[in-house]
């Protein structure tokens, strides 16, 4: 954009993009001085049959990753966008050409595909120039001219104005879409950071705020490091001018020293691999200035292998597992620093080994290990990976960019978080709503992955709870959840998700369940937040996980309210005269195995023999009585049925109890706790032999996960 111009003859905030002095490189093309370029570019218009001198050097790059490409879509949209932006000049006064040069040429540096590239040669045609979206699309197709318009719209949004939220909303879906618009946007961005000098100190504050809050989240989530560490590095020389001086130094020191221990130790992994028998190639990556800022922060003085870490290349996965294997036999391994993201890749598809080595005078040095693959995109992201809308068997989507099967654009690189953005930003109720939950998710920069019952993978945060896996892997089914078993054992929806656990969600069938506003607090994502404050506002009185209020349900009655003892004349004592009581701790019923112990009263109370008060009575002396079920079959038992909180739960249980045939004595509900609810039933039964199927019709009403017999604890011995 012309409003972030360049000032050539003051470096500002372009230093961290250079390279640290003394730091490890591979050999390559020098960097092109795109200013040259841009004032060749107006000595006079190319030939029509080959490629214009000043995006020479755009097509080496595109060529280094794509051999085959055709160039002539990129000769062509040079030609209109130098004759279209021919007399504009950028406000350091280099003619504006030499800006979409610069975008399109660190975009073909990332492996972009050539209809990207195009794309980016045009993308300020359109807002800036009298060319139209109709010419682009005339002249070079549906594709193009849909990244050209994307980014256009992109070109509008003041990211950082309140009124703007709208407008970025339908920017997110328009990238949704099509993921390399935002590709071109962060390109644009980072050329513009690279060149900001020219602004006022307030104006580069300003933009530097808004890349760090909005377009670094968006650079990391899209994988593209190459540009995310450059962005860091600008926005940090702008907001922090002293601690990124400081960090300078520290780096000019490190480089000044007479030996470096990282290339020693890089020299015995490549000794290590060699003898091995494994081909490999080890390069040093040195750290740029905020990833240095950081980790002396963290660690305090800085030593000579802190400044850099170790990265090998190898060529295939199994590769990666071996070279790990050799290293950690051969040198001494660091066991805490071991990741593996290639079994599980991070959520913005970056793979890799991660592991820490000692070296022989003690230095720790970290490795990266990767294929070349992985390492192409890590660096590059989903610019990486091409065209993500061709057909197998084309280079480009059709021009209406459908998918033959169904009629909708595949995105295979489209990131998970992306996906669970568009779902989100639909049921946002508002543009500020929408604003302050995507900042805050952006915020959000380390995620997790826990792992469903069939072994799926889900992306959340880190701090996010039950409750936000189940919105992720359901939308607003999830409305129906009544629990979840974490690494096979139960859980509230509010347990917090480590990276790892396996979550299998509890799901109701009431297509009328309801979500509890107390989920809102456990809530952590997007999706989770807005889906439960959508239904709480579409329903003015809803319901909270607490039991409705009925008749039925009673305080818990002591075990020695007449009320609570249940029938006993089916129970035969050999003990002439005694009445008998069947013990409340327990409530024994037909054909529980019995025994029974005399009390007070010539009264002799009946167990379960595996109760816990048969073993009190009998460490106390007590001794037994003989008890036999006689041939009266109803009986009176205490049942515990436990649940997670949700609306109607009572009249369901209720409900289930009735049609088996089973009368309620009394019924106590507790309050709900961390939303378990637990519900204590007195029943009488016209017949034992009904208890297992009452407990099982129980067991089956949504909501429900255990039901068993009542254990109160045993009343003092009398």
């Not at 490409?69 to 007399?87: F, I, N, Q, T």
């Not at 070296?359 to 192409?376: F, N, P, S």
Request: proline letters at 7%; charged letters at 25%; one cysteine or more.
């Amino acid at each position: 954009m012309s409003a972030e111009a360049t000032n050539p003859a003051t470096p500002g905030p372009a230093t961290p993009g250079s390279a640290a002095p003394g730091a490890h490189r591979r050999k390559g093309r020098p960097r092109i001085d795109l200013r040259r370029l841009g004032r060749a570019a107006l000595l006079g218009p190319a030939a029509r049959d080959r490629l214009p001198d000043a995006i020479g050097h755009v097509a080496e790059a595109h060529r280094a990753h794509h051999p085959d490409a055709d160039l002539e879509p990129l000769r062509r949209a040079y030609v209109l966008a130098e004759s279209s932006h021919r007399g504009q000049m950028r406000k350091s006064g280099e003619p504006y050409i030499t800006h979409p040069l610069a975008v399109t040429l660190i975009l073909a540096e990332l492996g972009a595909e050539t209809t990207t590239l195009t794309a980016s040669l045009l993308h300020d045609t359109v807002e800036d120039t009298e060319v139209t979206l109709d010419q682009v699309r005339e002249q070079f197709g549906d594709e193009v001219c849909y990244l050209v318009d994307g980014v256009t719209k992109l070109e509008k949004v003041d990211y950082g104005a309140a009124a703007e939220p709208e407008t970025f909303r339908k920017m997110l879906v328009a990238t949704g879409n099509d993921v390399r618009v935002m590709s071109i946007k962060l390109a644009d961005r980072l050329h513009n950071m690279r060149t900001l000098g020219v602004m006022r100190p307030e104006k580069q504050a300003r933009i530097a705020k808004v890349t760090r809050d909005v377009l670094i989240p968006l650079a990391e989530r899209l994988g593209v490091q190459a540009l995310k560490t450059e962005l860091e590095d600008l926005v940090f020389a702008i907001l922090h001018p002293e601690e990124y001086e400081h960090t300078r130094e520290l780096i000019v020191d490190n480089a000044s020293r007479d030996s470096d221990p990282l290339a020693e130790i890089a020299e015995e992994v490549r000794t290590v691999l060699r003898e091995a028998g494994l081909q490999a190639e080890v390069l040093i990556r040195p750290r740029h200035f905020v990833s240095v800022h950081r980790v002396s922060r963290k660690r305090g003085p800085m030593r000579g292998s802190d400044f850099g870490r170790l990265l090998v290349l190898v060529n295939e996965d199994a590769d990666c597992y071996g070279v790990l294997g050799e290293l950690h036999t051969c040198l001494t391994p660091v066991v805490s620093e071991f990741k593996d993201f290639i079994a599980v890749p991070k959520f913005n598809l970056y793979q890799s080994l991660h592991t820490a080595v000692a070296g022989g005078d003690g230095e720790v040095a970290e490795v990266l290990i990767r294929t070349h693959q992985m390492h192409k995109v890590a660096e590059a992201g989903v610019i990486a990976l091409g065209n993500p809308y061709a057909p197998p068997s084309e280079e480009q989507s059709d021009g209406d960019g459908e998918r033959p099967a169904d009629g909708e654009r595949v995105d295979p690189t489209r990131p998970g978080w992306l996906s669970r953005l568009l779902d989100w930003q639909q049921g946002a109720s508002d543009p500020d709503t929408f604003w302050s939950t995507l900042r805050e998710d952006l915020a959000q920069d380390r995620e997790i992955t826990v792992f469903r019952a069939d072994g799926g993978p889900l992306g959340l945060p880190e701090g996010a709870s039950c409750v936000d896996a189940a919105y992720a892997q359901y939308g607003e089914d999830a409305h129906a959840c009544m629990g979840a078993r974490v690494n096979g054992r139960l859980a509230t929806l509010s347990t917090v998700l480590r990276d790892g656990d396996t979550v299998q969600l509890l799901m109701g069938q009431d297509p009328a369940a309801e979500p509890s506003r107390e989920w809102l607090e456990h809530a952590h994502t997007p999706a989770a937040r807005i889906a439960i404050q959508r239904w709480l506002a579409a329903h003015p009185s809803p319901g909270d996980a607490k039991p409705p209020e009925t008749p039925a349900t009673t305080p818990r009655p002591s075990t020695d309210a007449p009320a609570a003892r249940p029938a006993a004349a089916n129970a035969v004592v050999e003990q002439a005269g005694a009445s008998v009581r069947l013990a409340g701790c327990c409530t024994p019923v037909p054909p529980d195995e019995v025994t029974g112990f005399a009390v007070r009263g010539g009264v002799v109370t009946v167990h379960r023999v595996g109760c816990a008060g048969v073993a009190r009575m009998k460490s106390a002396g007590r001794a037994e009585v003989g008890v036999r079920w006689g041939d009266t079959t109803e009986c009176r038992v205490t049942l515990v049925a436990e649940s997670f909180g949700r609306p109607h739960l009572l009249a369901d249980l209720t409900e289930a109890i009735a049609m088996e045939g089973v009368a309620i004595v009394s019924a106590t509900v507790e309050p709900p706790t961390q939303q378990r609810v637990r519900h204590t039933y007195t029943l009488q039964l016209p017949d034992a032999a009904h208890l297992p199927g009452l407990m099982r019709a129980m067991r089956n009403v949504p909501g429900v996960y255990d039901v068993s017999r009542a254990q109160h604890p045993a009343a003092a011995v009398q």
